[in-house]
């Protein structure tokens, strides 16, 4: 999406909640976490924040992730059908789930195989799996056998848990994402 097209969004969940326009210095910093989510769904985004949040979502980048993510699972038929070939690394569509307990909190990441390479999800970091492991991460397993089911891996609440990619935790230590995210405390 274009940063005219992130101020129109904000303006609309702005004047949905009652709530005075962020500083452009915030504006900035969510617009560079949510510019790789691309136009089309953004209308669909802001009619299910309307419908999942009493109040103004407290971390409107990865409310709009959340959203996304599972805009791109009911549009199947919007994103280039792809034949998934077997990887041994993630589940099987180029996806791994990752989770990582700092400072008592669990936290859940998806990344991209880094194996495979066959997920077309922009904007989430590549890892493989050994690497993830190294840096502390548990892999999620997936199911192996029958059919994959219609990732139950992409099921959130966005306002209870976050996905959020790797990189956003690089380069912080466990007091920033704790005080980043204090709401997806459980
Ligand atoms: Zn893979």
């Known amino acids: 999406m274009t940063i005219i097209e992130f101020k129109e969004f904000l303006k609309d969940i702005g004047i949905y909640y009652e709530r005075k326009a962020p500083n452009d210095g915030t504006i900035e910093a969510w617009f560079e ?16 924040i309307f419908e999942a949040n009493e109040t103004y979502p407290k971390n409107i980048p990865n409310t709009m992730w959340a959203f996304y993510r599972e805009w791109v699972q009911s549009n199947p038929n919007k994103i280039v059908h792809k034949n998934y070939f077997k990887c041994p690394d993630c589940d099987g569509e180029g996806i791994i789930n990752l989770s990582k307990t700092v400072n008592n909190y669990p ?17 989430i970091d590549y890892i493989s799996k050994i690497m993830a492991e190294r840096q502390g991460y548990a892999v999620m397993e997936q199911p192996t056998q029958g059919p994959i089911p219609p990732t139950p891996k992409m099921k959130f609440m966005p306002s209870s848990i976050a996905w959020h990619t790797i990189q956003e935790m690089r380069g912080l230590n466990n007091e920033t994402c704790v005080r980043r995210w204090p709401h997806i405390r459980q």
């Not at 989510?37 to 802001?46: A, D, K, L, R, Y």
């Not at 936290?107 to 904007?123: I, P, T």
């Open 107 to 123: 936290y859940k990441y998806v990344a991209r195989c880094e194996r495979c390479k066959q997920s077309d999800l922009g904007g």
């Open 33 to 48: 976490r949510v510019k790789k989510i691309p136009s089309e769904p953004i209308g669909w985004i802001t009619d299910k």
